[in-house]
């Protein structure tokens, strides 16, 4: 079966800073882009960061210089690493794997809140 795990999500203060992680089984992992999306109350859900299968990332405008996306494909796992973390940026993370133009996975998605 094909599973993406998350793990990561949780409470930090504003300016703090969190790691997510996706762990991603029953695919060829180093074939895939891996993305992150985030949807907060009242808002569409929207792309954040994602990294191709040749390790080239891009960002949305509004993290830029705040958020780094990685990959291991030693451990078929991609990162987001969230500093300088507002209010604004509270939302449920979701990571996905695309492959040439679809989204074929979705992790079920972790709650990041953003608050003092």
């Known amino acids: 079966q094909v599973q993406l795990v998350q793990s990561g999500g949780g409470l930090v203060q504003p300016g703090g800073s969190l790691r997510l992680s996706c762990a991603a089984s029953?695919?060829?992992?180093?074939?895939?882009?891996m993305d992150w999306y985030r949807q907060a109350p009242g808002k569409q859900r929207e792309l954040v960061a994602g990294?191709?299968?040749?390790?080239?990332?891009n960002y949305a405008d509004s993290v830029k210089g705040r958020f780094t996306v990685s990959r291991d494909n030693a451990k078929n796992t991609v990162y987001l690493q969230m500093n300088s973390l507002k209010p604004e940026d509270t939302a449920v993370y979701s990571c996905t794997a695309t492959s040439v133009h679809s989204i074929d996975y979705w992790g079920k998605g972790h709650q990041v809140t953003v608050s003092s």
């Open positions: 990294i191709t299968a040749g390790g080239s990332a």
């Open positions: 029953g695919i060829i992992f180093s074939i895939y882009t």
